[in-house]
């Protein structure tokens, strides 16, 4: 797909500061609407591109910057698919996706070929609609603090299948030939060949090098993102070189590190820059689109638009009911996955390089993108409310074999934020009182320590909103901060829950009295702290000497132990 | 195309090794890039990598200015801008009037005075962030200097923007004033309104950011004013808490990306130097290295700080400034300096940058030798801070070291009506505590300070600073007090109180007891005992907080 000449070009323009300013504006037009920002991206394009007013060119930087985010998508998507998370769903999870796969395909093929489609595009469009938008579900999901929940974990896996699976359609359309079944089988295979060697050289890689290397850089970012990055253009230009999809080889470089813990803080280093590239991609392809194109098949893209979401809605929730889940699980679980993958403009796009369809069809695709993403925002949003409102029509279904089995969430749970000698000792306390205790640190070289001592570890920074959203931060009981950052600390104490007790470290008296002023409970001063103990030693000193031989000899024991470790 | 792909292969995995390597041995990672660049550039010839370097310059400066806090300069400005005033007129003006009348013609000049002036506030933190804790005088000093210099350095690319883009003065300074009250305008009223309004969200504040950054690029180049002044105050209209920390979190990753860009392909356009270029690399290198260090140093006595402080303070300033190579480049890019003279600045700078790293680390002996050995000192009179002994000391308790720690023992002490003598040898101690009865003012490590404090008559030494030599010499001295030092290890503490400590205070262990006794209250005795316990604590602060003022 790198196919652009870039010598020249890449100076900041005044039509990409357009592009980026029209982006930001749409960008929180579409927050407020609740709608996904993929939607204010496409339609970002439309307005700067011919569509409307036609003042911003595709330019080498924006196809260079596009390709760069089409890369950074797919390692960010490989990044995301952790096997562990769904592991003790995977058997369900791989039917649901087998079934859900041939029976939408089938719907959307049957659909296209009633609508008079050709049959090079029929097979193109019913193999790029029929998936759910993944950036889609899982960020309103986990804004909605639902992604943990049993129909968000079904969710997430059957995407994490699909995804997989169009990896698979990205490599069928790079066949040389499309014409005859013989070179796409050989293509084919030779891709899929190249990928397991890929793959499992990943994987192999980040069992037992990535480890070590963590441990040496994982407490600076910029490093920890320097070599993320250095992984993933290492695979995308060996891909390059071996003839394989540039995107397949970003995919498995991060599907490979996916496996790690370490994986959660390089994905939030990964994704600022992934958003901002994946923005101009977007916007890319709403500028490629001539009004034209838009109109031609606008009729069909409504009418497919409604057949699908209605179609898909109840093949999902027929395939999730089937594995014997509750009918409000198969509900939400089916309900939330209605629209159609961004992925459908990444393989259309392909198809229209490759010839395979015109820019008609790419019109199309981007209009079921808007009206699916759009509409599927607010079911979303609304699932609970829609659930209440329509399951005395699915009442006939329920049955006493049907029901959920529990996924564990955080709740009342203490959070220990930073490891060190002085929380260390604190866990077992914790973990007596609140049973469920999770620990956070910038470090990763406390991961083998922790995971003996029955705390779960989190390797990452709570600066990031996610990483404060999946340790539970507004749902624990107890907090103890050792961040001395203030502004983590005021994160804390802004998130928190009432009631919740929080102790946080102050580098100084004065961001101390800041804490306190925001409401934290306890503000530790590590050498404050000390010198207290300290002068209950020197108290017993004052009052008597011997007395304060007797006072520390617990600690000199102490020491004694602690220097033999 | 393809070739970028592999370009961007080649600049990343070749950082990825050397930023590993670097960080390894020097914790350092500009000179890894230059480096980087230095290999790469030997089979890269990718024109598109230059045009690059302008992203990443936009990203380095705008991070910056969004970083920049005021508020943390309150300590050490009087000093630092003494340093600075020093430097400017002592070495820039110095040099640029040498090197001008020996013909390198006006800009040339000024482009190695720079060079020679500033110093590195990034190579600056990446260093001393383990100083950060320890509020020492001379590290808070060295912060903000080079901010100061920092800021400087964008006042000299403002200015220098007439020579180079054809406008005026007037004109640009016009313009740049424009910027900055815009800058200030959306700080004070634009982002607050688009933060509440995004929630808070990640994404949408990168969007702001970038969209702010391109806007402000984009009427630098409009205007002709180099983009540097456009990217600083696009920063600086971030620069407030809280917006910027969601702000700075996410466009991190993409400074990262396009400095790695901006790094590599500065090492790239160094070709193998010729002797114009080494000779000019190696004039700059002693210049930053020994000369400018021992300016500050002698500035900063002058102004009434220590020896040791002046050194250690001067010793971290013993590098070329980041910002010169992008005043340099900028410079080159418009052919307005030659390229040896170019060339000669990034490899001063890549070498001094790694030379300030070893410094770095043995600037405790370096301090301690030129203490010893050079003539240098802080003039009598000019000495802000004595020692003064007021009562006899007599079963007294001798304090070493009166940081936070030292401090609350001593309010405790005085609580109790126990007399005490306080030696310690940072005069910002002795400047906040005009009420101490007993000061030495002098080293731990001088018998002289132990002959003044009357140690062999003492009841007690506590010493409070971790550093093994002054332990030892503690645990060596001929007394009978008991004698109580510190130490941030176990293995250390422990082979101390085999020497012969009644104690050792291990922050560690001391602290976490207390927070244990405050969090099994919280746990056990409820809500109540949590606002009670938070009450005194509160009070408490409050009050040491209200002694400090006074």
């Known amino acids: 797909m790198f196919d652009i000449a870039i010598t020249e070009g890449l100076f900041i323009t005044w039509d990409f500061v357009l592009l980026i300013a029209v982006a930001t504006v749409m960008g929180y037009i579409a927050h407020k609407t609740y709608q996904p920002n993929l939607i204010a991206y496409l339609i970002t394009g439309l307005i700067l591109g011919p569509v409307f007013l036609d003042v911003v060119q595709e330019t080498a930087l924006l196809e260079l910057m596009s390709e760069l985010g089409l890369a950074f998508l797919l390692f960010l998507l490989g990044l995301q698919l952790k096997f562990d998370a769904i592991r003790n769903i995977l058997k369900p999870i791989l039917k649901i996706s087998f079934w859900q796969t041939v029976l939408q395909t089938s719907l959307a093929f049957v659909i296209y070929y009633f609508l008079g489609f050709a049959m090079i595009e029929v097979i193109v469009m019913a193999l790029c609609t029929v998936f759910g938008a993944t950036p889609v579900i899982v960020k309103l999901l986990d804004e909605k603090d639902e992604i943990n929940s049993l129909p968000g974990k079904i969710d997430v896996g059957v995407l994490i299948v699909q995804d997989i699976i169009l990896v698979v359609y990205l490599t069928l359309f790079s066949a040389p030939d499309l014409t005859n079944p013989v070179p796409i089988a050989i293509n084919f295979f030779q891709v899929m060949g190249v990928m397991a060697v890929l793959g499992v050289f990943s994987y192999a890689v980040s069992k037992w090098m990535v480890p070590k290397i963590v441990k040496e850089v994982g407490n600076n970012k910029h490093l920890l993102f320097v070599n993320g990055a250095a992984w993933a253009f290492l695979f995308i230009a060996v891909s390059l070189a071996l003839d394989v999809p540039v995107e397949v080889g970003a995919f498995i470089a991060g599907l490979g590190l996916a496996q790690s813990p370490y994986s959660d803080e390089l994905k939030q280093q990964v994704k600022p820059i992934t958003d901002f590239f994946m923005m101009v991609f977007f916007a890319t392809i709403g500028l490629g689109l001539a009004p034209e194109y838009l109109t031609v098949y606008w009729k069909e893209a409504v009418v497919a638009s409604a057949l699908l979401m209605v179609g898909n809605f109840l093949i999902m929730f027929y395939l999730i009911d089937r594995e014997k889940f509750s009918l409000e699980t198969s509900f939400l679980g089916s309900i939330n996955m209605v629209q159609v993958s961004e992925f459908s403009l990444v393989v259309g796009a392909l198809a229209v390089t490759r010839g395979l369809i015109g820019n008609e069809i790419m019109g199309y695709l981007s209009l079921m993108a808007i009206m699916t993403m759009g509409l599927s925002a607010y079911i979303i949003k609304y699932n609970h409310w829609i659930y209440d409102h329509v399951k005395h029509l699915f009442e006939f279904m329920e049955s006493e074999e049907k029901g959920d089995f529990d996924i564990k969430t955080l709740d009342n749970h203490a959070i220990v934020v930073g490891y060190n000698e002085i929380t260390r000792r604190l866990i077992p306390v914790l973990k007596e009182k609140y049973g469920d205790i999770v620990v956070i640190d910038k470090d990763p070289k406390y991961v083998e320590m922790l995971r003996k001592s029955g705390a779960e570890f989190v390797f990452g920074d709570l600066k990031h909103e996610e990483m404060r959203r999946s340790i539970g931060l507004k749902r624990a009981d107890m907090i103890v901060s050792m961040a001395m950052d203030n502004a983590v600390n005021r994160r804390i104490l802004g998130d928190r829950k009432e009631g919740a007790v929080v102790f946080l470290r102050a580098r100084d008296r004065e961001d101390a009295a800041e804490l306190y002023d925001l409401g934290a409970d306890f503000v530790i001063i590590k050498r404050m702290l000390s010198a207290e103990k300290m002068n209950e030693y020197i108290e017993s000193f004052l009052e008597n000497p011997d007395l304060f031989d007797k006072a520390v000899e617990g600690d000199k024991q102490i020491i004694d132990w602690e220097a033999r470790l | ?550």
């Open chain 2, 1 to 550: 195309m393809i070739g970028v792909i592999y370009t961007f292969a080649t600049v990343f995995v070749l950082s990825a090794v050397l930023l590993f390597v670097f960080h390894k041995i020097f914790k350092l990672t500009i000179p890894a890039y230059i480096i980087a660049g230095l290999i790469g550039g030997m089979f890269l010839t990718e024109e598109g990598l230059l045009e690059l370097m302008q992203w990443g310059i936009a990203f380095v400066v705008f991070i910056f200015s969004a970083k920049l806090e005021p508020g943390k300069l309150k300590h050490g400005i009087g000093g630092s801008l003494l340093s600075t005033g020093a430097q400017i007129t002592g070495l820039g003006l110095g040099f640029f009037g040498a090197l001008y009348l020996s013909g390198f013609g006006t800009l040339n000049s000024i482009y190695i005075s720079a060079a020679l002036v500033f110093s590195s506030s990034l190579v600056g933190t990446e260093l001393s962030e383990k100083y950060a804790t320890v509020e020492l005088l001379y590290a808070r000093l060295a912060e903000a200097t080079d901010v100061i210099h920092d800021i400087l350095a964008i006042v000299l690319i403002l200015l220098l923007s007439p020579v180079l883009f054809n406008v005026g003065i007037g004109y640009a300074l016009a313009v740049g004033g424009g910027m900055f009250i815009l800058s200030l305008a959306f700080r004070r009223f634009l982002f607050p309104w688009l933060f509440e309004l995004s929630d808070h969200s990640e994404e949408l504040m990168l969007l702001s950011g970038i969209s702010l950054l391109g806007g402000m690029i984009a009427i630098s180049q409009f205007t002709g004013i180099s983009i540097v002044v456009g990217a600083f105050f696009a920063g600086l209209a971030f620069s407030r808490f809280p917006y910027n920390i969601e702000l700075v979190e996410s466009m991190e990753s993409l400074k990262d990306f396009f400095a790695a860009v901006f790094f590599f392909s500065l090492g790239a356009l160094v070709t193998f130097p010729g002797v114009a270029t080494l000779a000019i690399a190696l004039f700059i290198i002693v210049v930053a290295v020994f000369v400018k260090p021992l300016l500050t140093a002698l500035s900063l006595m002058h102004y009434g700080y220590s020896k040791r402080t002046a050194y250690r303070c001067a010793l971290t300033l013993d590098q070329v400034s980041e910002f010169v190579l992008i005043i340099a480049i900028q410079a080159y890019l418009v052919s307005a300096i030659a390229a040896p003279i170019f060339q000669g600045i990034i490899l001063a700078t890549t070498v001094t940058m790694i030379t300030t790293a070893i410094t770095d680390r043995y600037s405790g002996r370096i301090q301690n030798w030129l203490s010893k050995n050079l003539p240098f000192d802080t003039p009598e009179g000019l000495r802000r801070y004595n020692t003064r002994i007021t009562t006899e000391l007599n079963n007294h308790i001798i304090l070493v070291g009166y940081d936070v720690q030292g401090e609350k023992i001593g309010d405790y002490l005085r609580e109790c009506d126990r007399e005490f003598v306080v030696i310690d040898v940072n005069p910002k101690v002795f400047e906040e505590t005009e009420d101490l009865k007993n000061r030495v003012f002098g080293s731990a490590m001088d018998d002289e300070s132990w002959e003044t404090a009357n140690f062999k008559q003492a009841d007690m030494i506590i010493s409070t600073p971790p550093q093994r030599h002054i332990s030892e010499k503690i645990l060596a001295l001929e007394t009978d007090a008991r004698k109580v030092v510190r130490s941030n290890s176990f293995k250390e503490a422990n082979r101390m109180l085999k020497q012969g400590a009644d104690y050792v205070m291990v922050h560690d262990l001391l602290a976490a007891e207390q927070l244990m006794d405050y969090v099994e209250e919280a746990i056990h005795n409820g809500e109540k005992a949590v606002e009670n316990m938070r009450k005194t604590l509160v009070e408490r602060l409050k009050k040491e907080m209200d002694s400090l003022e006074e």
